[in-house]
């Protein structure tokens, strides 16, 4: 990119916990690298300057739950050549999706000591379900090293390097002891998509699911295993759901023992 | 070349650990670590799992207390030596570029020197089978071939065999004959303890040399003839491998591929235990500035979507496709291209498989029912699943 302007990148916050957009910030490191290759244009937890549209890239964290976060993600959108969502907020609707398999309204009369006030939607969505999306990354929350990976990329126009498959691969190639199968525990990481580096499993636990659904996930199987192993109905909906509860293979199999 | 057989005592054997290491060796062996015996660093005998066994079933590895003290008293666990000749990551090259030109620095080859202490008969074969597809072939690894030809091997042979093991139907052990530098066998037996010796090579001959020994009795010989004959008899798992290049050849409709296809997790679990499945992918990166490029190589698998990924999408997008690629190249269409089968019978992939996917009952089933021509048909009819 000799001699041509820095690209404008915009960081944008919707229903999220703001874990994500702080990756930037702990890419420590590599930060500087970054400030130096493009230029920060929207970014609200590192500044409060905003520098106007549009944008080269924009960075999507949070899921879409009100009204006015309907409408405001499509200004985005019209403002950003290429849009990257990160997160399991932005790419599945995040934790809070789990209020999808339930009325709202049950809980805002419950919260809220004057529900009046709440303007909410009825449930909470993926970026993708409203506008398109250049590209998604995934994790609860995204793995610094991905972001920088999926930046440097899009700086050199290539197709960043962020593989589908399982985390059993990252497991193996690390040489971490399969703890399915050596300890019988539960472990999602036969259908979940790597990203992580499989550090649950380093740390003698199953994976919990944070990168959501891998590439052609096996969730019968996996669900027959959970079964065999003493797990009830209630155990496996609530395996399937946490971050990526919503992302459409764990939803359905949480719904077939629901 | 085989020696005459040696005798090393137990309390001897730290004494082949230390020989090793002083002619430069970095000595790797089964260790306890993660509740499977994995392979690591060892540095002393007391290193080794010490009283430990393992319990092994499709899906199931359990580390169990033995009664006596053996040293190797176990089977092959989730490592195999491919980490070591094959690393899962390694870094090709590194680009660099300065104005308007690039200069690319190749990785330098590995120079590691290790000795492999406690390797199986069915991983000496898978080693080699893995030097047929580095080594021996048009286009050499010359990583591979590098940490290869500076290894030591010391093959301990099996005196027990485990549920998931098959090697005598691969023809691949239990007993190592050839191809390793030193050979022991473990005898514990009525408060007596030692390792009955057999160079394979002048180098495996010279450490001996270094080692505290005495001549081996025909008794011990034929003691350590016993202890691999046991192991023998006890395979938990067989598999008939006669006509199986054809046989899976011409069931690529088997309605047995629907079904595995149904438990397979498609996880990859069973090519990464593998100790011969070699596939790689490349990885290049750049960095913030563009100016700093790499090349990765790591192990890939052919149960990825990325794996036959050619313009357009993926050629085997079903799970059902890769299983039977995978099951397809390991039996049969190995022996076309490196002139062997691809499976040892170590049994790694029904262990470490989470479903305790068998390849052995796949192609037993395939086997039995491969006079039908009309799979789906077939499968209607007797529900087979």
């Known amino acids: 990119m000799a001699g041509k302007k820095k690209p404008k990148v915009a960081v944008w916050k919707f229903a999220s916990c703001d874990g994500c957009q702080l990756s930037l910030l702990d890419c420590e490191d590599e930060l500087l690298a970054v400030a130096e290759a493009i230029e920060i244009a929207n970014f609200p937890e590192a500044s409060r300057a905003v520098v106007k549209g549009p944008y080269d890239l924009s960075l999507v964290e949070g899921s879409i739950t009100t009204p006015h976060d309907e409408e405001r993600i499509h200004q985005v959108r019209r403002s950003s050549k290429f849009l990257v969502t990160i997160g399991a907020c932005a790419t599945a609707g995040g934790i809070q999706a789990l209020r999808n398999f339930k009325d709202v309204q049950d809980f805002v009369s419950i919260v809220y000591a004057t529900p009046d006030y709440i303007d909410t939607l009825a449930k909470s969505s993926a970026i993708s379900d409203h506008v398109r999306v250049d590209f998604e990354l995934r994790g609860c929350p995204i793995n610094k090293y991905q972001l920088v990976e999926v930046v440097s990329a899009y700086l050199k126009d290539r197709k960043p390097v962020t593989p589908a498959h399982s985390v059993c691969v990252e497991c193996k190639r690390r040489g971490t002891v399969c703890v ?8 999602m990481g036969p259908v979940v998509h790597a990203g992580c580096g499989a550090i649950c499993p380093a740390y003698d636990r199953g994976c919990y699911g944070c990168f959501g659904p891998k590439e052609t996930p096996n969730t019968e199987s996996l669900s027959e295993w959970f079964k065999d192993h003493g797990m009830g109905n209630e155990e496996l909906v609530r395996a399937y759901r946490s971050f990526n509860a919503y992302a459409t293979p764990f939803r359905k199999e949480s719904e077939r023992h629901d | 070349m085989t020696s005459e057989p040696r005798i090393i005592e137990r309390k001897a054997l730290d004494q082949l650990l230390e020989a090793l290491t002083q002619e430069g060796y970095q000595v790797v062996g089964p260790t306890l670590g993660d509740g499977a015996i994995v392979y690591g660093p060892v540095q002393a005998s007391e290193d080794f799992p010490v009283g430990w066994t393992d319990e092994q079933e499709g899906g199931v590895y359990r580390l169990k207390k033995r009664e006596d003290k053996a040293l190797f008293g176990y089977v092959v666990g989730p490592h195999s030596w491919k980490k070591y000749l094959h690393p899962p990551e390694r870094r090709l090259w590194t680009g660099q570029a300065s104005g308007t030109d690039f200069e690319l620095t190749p990785e330098p080859v590995e120079t590691a020197r290790f000795a492999f202490f406690g390797v199986r008969s069915c991983e000496l074969h898978a080693i080699e089978i893995q030097d047929r597809v580095f080594i021996h072939n048009d286009h050499v690894d010359e990583d591979y071939k590098a940490r290869r030809e500076n290894a030591f091997v010391v093959v301990v042979q099996c005196g027990q065999a485990g549920k998931t093991c098959f090697c005598v139907s691969m023809n691949t052990g239990p007993k190592a004959e050839s191809g390793y530098d030193l050979a022991l066998t473990e005898i514990l037996d009525e408060g007596r303890h030692f390792f009955h010796a057999v160079a394979g090579s002048p180098k495996g001959a010279a450490i001996l040399q270094q080692v505290e020994t005495r001549s081996a009795t025909s008794s011990d010989s034929a003691e350590a003839e016993e202890a691999v004959q ?15 290049k054809e046989l899976l050849q011409e069931n690529p409709e088997h309605p047995r591929w629907d079904s595995v296809a149904e438990r397979c997790l498609s996880c990859a679990n069973c090519t990464m235990v593998c100790p011969t499945c070699f596939c790689s ?8 500035t563009g100016d700093h490029t790499e090349r990765w190589q790591k192990w890939d698998s052919c149960f990825t979507m990325d794996f036959s990924y050619l313009h357009g999408g993926s050629v085997r997008a079903s799970t059902k496709s890769r299983y039977r690629q995978w099951l397809t190249h390991k039996l049969s269409s190995w022996i076309d291209q490196f002139d062997s089968s691809g499976c040892v019978g170590c049994g790694r992939c029904v262990t470490w498989c989470p479903v305790g996917i068998d390849l052995t009952e796949e192609v037993r089933s395939i086997r039995e029912e491969n006079t039908v021509r009309l799979p789906s048909k077939r499968e209607a009819s007797n529900g087979n699943a």
């Open chain 1, 180 to 187: 399915m199968v050596s300890q019988g525990t539960l472990c």
């Open chain 2, 230 to 244: 046991k192991a023998r008899g006890q395979m938990g798992r067989t598999l008939n491998t006669k006509g199986v």
């Open chain 2, 281 to 288: 992918t490349v990885e290049d990166t750049t960095d913030l």
